[in-house]
């Protein structure tokens, strides 16, 4: 793989992460969302982009930095968010992550797409998430604790908010 072809998988992959965040209503959306750019980061360095599907160890990154930061979802509901977001890269011929991505868009959507996904499907996909969840904790040496800069300039805002 060239070093081109790579930062387009890398920077495909940071985009479907920040969509994916997005969707998971979240109230931590942009913690959860660096934490889950970090993860993904940590484990591409290691393997070749041609050896994971690298939107799904994507999605599995948000949910483990959603469990990390105390804010757990069901897997049902983000395997279903998963598949849909497959599901419109598809309609956009291959094209990758939505780069206009809409969150409000999003969620009229899902509700009609819910109805024609089959159970067998949800339950091959929360199987190959669960998987995807224990290969990037072997990865990480099960060590959860990440700390990011964001973090300290959060606290700073929250507790000395700017005027205005």
């Not at 994971?52 to 959603?66: H, P, Q």
């Not at 757990?72 to 977001?85: G, N, P, S, T």
């Not at 024609?116 to 990480?140: A, C, G, P, R, Y």
Request: aromatic share 16%; no cysteine; net charge positive.
């Amino acid at each position: 793989m060239t070093l081109e072809e790579e930062k387009r998988y890398r920077a495909g992959a940071v985009l479907f992460i920040k969509n994916y965040g997005k969707s998971m209503v979240y109230k931590k959306k942009e913690t959860i969302t660096y934490k889950a750019i970090f993860i993904f980061h940590k484990y591409s360095v290691q393997k070749s982009f041609k050896k994971f599907d690298r939107y799904m160890y994507g999605a599995v990154s948000v949910l483990l930095a959603g469990k990390i930061e105390d804010e757990l979802r069901k897997f049902e509901e983000a395997v279903l968010r998963y598949k849909y977001h497959i599901y419109l890269m598809q309609q956009t011929e291959g094209a990758g992550p939505l780069k206009d991505f809409k969150e409000k868009e999003f969620e009229n959507g899902i509700v009609d797409f819910q109805k024609s996904v089959d159970s067998k499907s949800i339950q091959e996909t929360k199987n190959i998430f669960f998987n995807t969840e224990m290969d990037l904790l072997k990865m990480m040496g099960y060590e959860l604790n990440i700390t990011l800069p964001y973090t300290f300039l959060d606290e700073f805002q929250q507790n000395f908010p700017l005027p205005g």
